[in-house]
């Protein structure tokens, strides 16, 4: 495990540290995607947990299960988001919206889906005026099982026109 501090540090820098890893390891796109969407299902849960006694935390937890899910799926398509990002060892929100546009050409709820999680982001966690509700859990829910399905499609990247399975 990586000292506090150091993690701390490179939060306030932006610093993308699966990212960063799989650059300097030169790990294949699978290995960075499941890394990806093991935070998002780590998230996602916690996002859950905290939804009645914590709203602002649960925002954030579950916009950060809808950012690692994004990364996953732009890795998995090979997107020039996830390229870029692994060339900077960092994700811009820029690179984010990029990203869930292109994806929404394969799912289009992908793009309605990263905006609920922007809006938790932004008006859930920075302003704290929001609480998560179950539909906007479900929309999150959804982005997460949009990626492990393109994992479990990958190198292809097909999807059904029905949206992902459980």
């Known amino acids: 495990m990586l000292p506090r501090a150091l993690l701390e540090e490179a939060s306030k820098r932006g610093v993308d540290i699966v990212e960063l890893v799989a650059k300097a390891l030169s790990i294949d796109p ?14 996602l849960e916690e996002g859950r947990r905290l939804v009645e006694a914590d709203p602002v935390q649960a925002s954030e937890k579950l916009y950060k299960a809808a950012e690692e899910a994004v990364k996953a799926a732009a890795v ?4 020039e988001e996830a390229e870029r990002a692994r060339e900077l060892g960092r994700w811009s929100a820029a690179m984010l919206f990029s990203a869930a546009d292109k994806i929404s050409e394969k799912r289009r709820e992908a793009r309605w889906w990263w905006r609920t999680a922007w809006v938790l982001h ?4 920075h302003e704290a005026r929001l609480r998560p509700s179950e539909r906007d859990i479900g929309d999150v829910e959804s982005l997460v099982k949009l990626a492990k399905e393109l994992k479990g499609r990958w190198p292809q990247g097909r999807l059904s026109a029905e949206g992902p399975q459980d």
């Open 122 to 125: 932004v008006e859930g966690f």
């Open 30 to 43: 699978p290995a960075v995607a499941d890394a990806h969407l093991g935070l998002a299902e780590k998230f």
């Open 76 to 79: 998995l398509l090979g997107l």
